[in-house]
Nanobody
Framework: VQLQASGGGLVQPGGSLRLSCAASGSGFSIDVMDWYRQAPGKQRELVAGLIGDIADYAGSVKVRFTVSRDTAKKTLYLQMNSLKPEDTAVYYC?????????WGQGTQVTVSS
């Protein structure tokens, strides 16, 4: 399984970005797919994810971020609105399939004026 994340960049506070994570490979099912982030000097943290059709969010991003999935394309999205400087981090997608965990390469999100 390979995960390709994209959509990061530099945005001003209050702006928006949409991240995508496309899963490829053969013979795998998606049990869980979610987004993590890691800021400099901090531990990687769960941002948002989907277990089936149930979404879960970190408290710091609730209302501002929306996670969604295109099942046919095996792609996970993260719509991020009202971005704050504290959202600056490398964002990683994670996929769990049959007890195995796969990580994408990460995409940098920088929120700065």
């Amino acid at each position: 399984v390979q995960l390709q994340a994209s959509g990061g960049g530099l945005v001003q506070p209050g702006g928006s970005l949409r991240l995508s994570c496309a899963a490829s490979g053969s013979g795998f099912s998606i049990d869980v797919m979610d987004w993590y982030r890691q800021a400099p000097g901090k531990q990687r943290e769960l941002v948002a994810g989907l277990i089936g059709d149930i979404a879960d969010y970190a408290g710091s991003v609730k209302v501002r971020f929306t996670v969604s999935r295109d099942t046919a394309k095996k792609t996970l999205y993260l719509q991020m609105n009202s971005l704050k400087p504290e959202d600056t981090a490398v964002y990683y997608c994670r996929l769990v399939s049959g007890g195995r965990v796969y990580w994408g390469q990460g995409t940098q999100v920088t929120v700065s004026s």
